[in-house]
């Protein structure tokens, strides 16, 4: 990696977080596969720790969450049978988002399971300073796992979305047709004026254009769930201190005023290790 000049380094960053697969940021950067992945490992390590070490102590007052699927190796039905297990098939990144900041303080890799969400919302709430506005959609484990995480200390609603049937034809990839919103508030007092996953499926949907591996119907997905870790962590990185959000004019680490300043591609980089 050292024989790698940073202006290249700039360049393959650049390439990941504007949504370019692995294959294409070589063909465009004139860097081979597994230097792009190196790099992609040492700067998503790089990312995680730091906004891990920043993202404490926020004063945050309406939070959203929400889970997006992708999946490793295979699909679900497609895994043999001698890898079964976490890191195959399918992967769930659960997000929660600062609805006034725009700030994602937390994401957790896993399944979809109560264990996943338990550990997701516990490192959630040791994020947070003061008590918050929670709304997730209506799955059923963020019930106990916010239960458990914060108890009382916490204003907490679900939005549950009412499906009708699949669009198209039999057989093709059609999602359900939402016909309907249902609000039950399940702990505290929830402003219902702010009771919504607007912002953290619209984040849903950035995740989804700015990272190649979350694209739906390709064959551009993670082959390892180590990289989709380092990819996701990456992806925020710049998401929260590089990229300006347009309804804020700023950044939302400068919203939410973890940043001074703009970053660029290459403060990211200064994160790695001499």
């Known amino acids: 990696m050292n024989r790698l000049i940073r202006e290249k380094q700039v360049r393959v960053i650049s390439c990941l977080v504007e949504g370019n697969s692995i294959r294409a940021t070589c063909r465009m950067t004139g860097v081979a596969k597994g230097t792009v992945l190196k790099l992609l490992a040492d700067v998503g390590q790089a990312c995680a720790e730091y906004q891990d070490r920043m993202f404490r102590g926020l004063v945050c007052k309406r939070i959203q969450c929400d889970e997006i699927w992708a999946f490793c190796y295979a699909k679900e039905d497609h895994v043999p049978a001698n890898k079964r297990g976490l890191g195959y098939g399918d992967v769930w990144t659960w997000t ?16 979809r399971d109560l264990c996943t969400a338990q550990k997701f919302v516990k490192d959630l709430a040791g994020r947070l300073k003061d008590r918050v506005q929670l709304t997730t959609d209506g799955h059923r484990a963020y019930l106990t796992a916010v239960d458990r995480a914060f108890g009382d200390n ?12 699949a669009l198209g034809k039999p057989g093709k990839y059609s999602p359900g047709e939402c016909c309907g919103t ?9 402003d219902p004026r702010h009771i919504s996953t607007s912002f953290v499926e ?34 925020f990185m710049h998401y929260n201190f590089v990229r300006i959000h347009q309804s804020l004019r700023v950044t939302p680490a400068m919203k939410a005023g973890i940043a001074n300043d703009l970053w660029e591609i290459e403060d990211i980089l200064k994160l790695l290790p001499n």
């Open 182 to 190: 249902k609000v039950e508030p399940v702990v505290g007092n929830p």
């Open 154 to 165: 916490i204003d907490y609603s679900q939005l549950v979305k009412l499906y009708g049937p």
């Open 202 to 235: 619209r984040q849903n949907l950035t995740m989804r254009m700015g990272m190649r591996r979350f694209t739906r119907l390709t064959n551009a997905f993670s082959k390892k769930v180590e990289n989709l870790a380092h990819a996701v962590a990456l992806h």
């Open 96 to 111: 929660a988002i600062c609805a006034d900041t725009k700030l994602v303080p937390s994401w957790y890799i896993g399944g």
